[in-house]
């Protein structure tokens, strides 16, 4: 028996046609493995009818794209050039609409905390319901991911929440090292798994021997801007959005160099509960792990902590809050 051909109308054909349209013009997965051009740009950008801050602007086979950002919720996009109104400014304090939006908030409390040596920029509690910001540093490390922690992640939420929200600061000389880890951490993304938000951590993520103020990005010779931009463009090839926050390494800056940081559009984010340390986590804190092998401490710290509030993350009394959200508080 013949089976029956589905039939497809004009209709249908020009629905497809303008869903991939509309689909290219926020880029999500794409990789972008021929970027040229890759430039700091602030701008007004104007894309359906909402106002972002454009930060960088850069060229992939042909095609202009803006990385911007949503002024209110801190989110990160790759925006089709062509597919948006672009004014151009000269900073970043420029964009009309910048100055009483939740971005210029975080600067002014990044601002309020960038004279310490160690843990400077947004480190305090928040929001104030029960649970904490979970932030896993990726540095670069021969040792293998640390899948424990997402699997035992999965086991302590089964049956109470679908999306796991997690920051992952990623280092350069880390992606370089653990493709096949990365890709593990991008398919639970797409599975729908976690919702990551993946943290500009440095290219190189140097480290030495030397006292903490000649160390890490205040040792001697250090390109920051290499750095940062560096890891932007790799994070992009693997079809990773970076997102509007930094980590430094060590948690170790400068007033000048969070300046720095600033300056490009960044909102350093440090720690008030970094578990190999010793630091207990409170509710709403930005608890800090490395997954990369090197910290069992922290990583059994935090296997515990999961332990002990069992029964408040079954009755989600307990949460993972999602590093934006925790910005509107």
Request: hydrophobic letters at 40%; a neutral charge; charged letters at 20%.
């Amino acid at each position: 028996m013949k089976q029956k051909r589905q039939r497809f109308s004009f209709k249908h054909i020009y629905l497809v046609i303008l869903f991939v349209i509309l689909a290219s013009d926020v880029i999500y997965a794409q990789r972008f493995e021929h970027i040229v051009d890759y430039q700091v740009n602030f701008a007004n950008v104007s894309y359906k009818g909402k106002q972002y801050v454009g930060i960088r602007s850069f060229q992939d086979q042909g095609q202009n794209y803006v990385l911007s950002v949503d002024p209110i919720t801190l989110e990160t996009y790759v925006l089709n050039r062509n597919a948006c109104k672009i004014v151009a400014v000269t900073s970043i304090e420029k964009v009309p609409y910048f100055d009483s939006s939740l971005y210029m908030k975080s600067f002014k409390h990044v601002r309020s905390n960038e004279q310490v040596l160690q843990d400077a920029g947004i480190d305090f509690p928040f929001p104030k319901e029960r649970g904490i910001n979970l932030t896993i540093d990726l540095c670069p490390s021969h040792k293998p991911l640390d899948k424990i922690v997402f699997e035992t992640l999965f086991v302590a939420f089964k049956g109470v929440e679908n999306s796991l929200p997690v920051a992952i600061s990623l280092s350069g000389k880390w992606i370089l090292n653990h493709e096949t880890d990365l890709q593990w951490l991008i398919n639970l993304q797409n599975k729908g798994l976690l919702t990551i938000t993946w943290i500009n951590h440095t290219y190189n993520h140097k480290v030495n021997k030397d006292p903490l103020n000649h160390n890490f990005l205040l040792a001697t010779g250090t390109d920051v801007n290499y750095e940062v931009i560096a890891n932007e463009k790799l994070m992009l090839s693997k079809g990773i959005v970076p997102s509007v926050f930094f980590r430094f390494p060590g948690l170790v800056s400068s007033n000048k160099i969070i300046e720095q940081v600033l300056s490009f559009g960044l909102i350093p984010v440090g720690s008030d509960a970094w578990l190999a340390k010793g630091q207990h986590a409170k509710d709403g804190s930005i608890v800090l792990i490395h997954a990369n092998g090197n910290e069992e401490i922290g990583v059994q710290d935090f296997i515990q902590l999961l332990k002990s509030e069992q029964s408040n993350i079954k009755s989600k009394h307990w949460i993972l809050h999602d590093l934006h959200e925790g910005f509107q508080y």
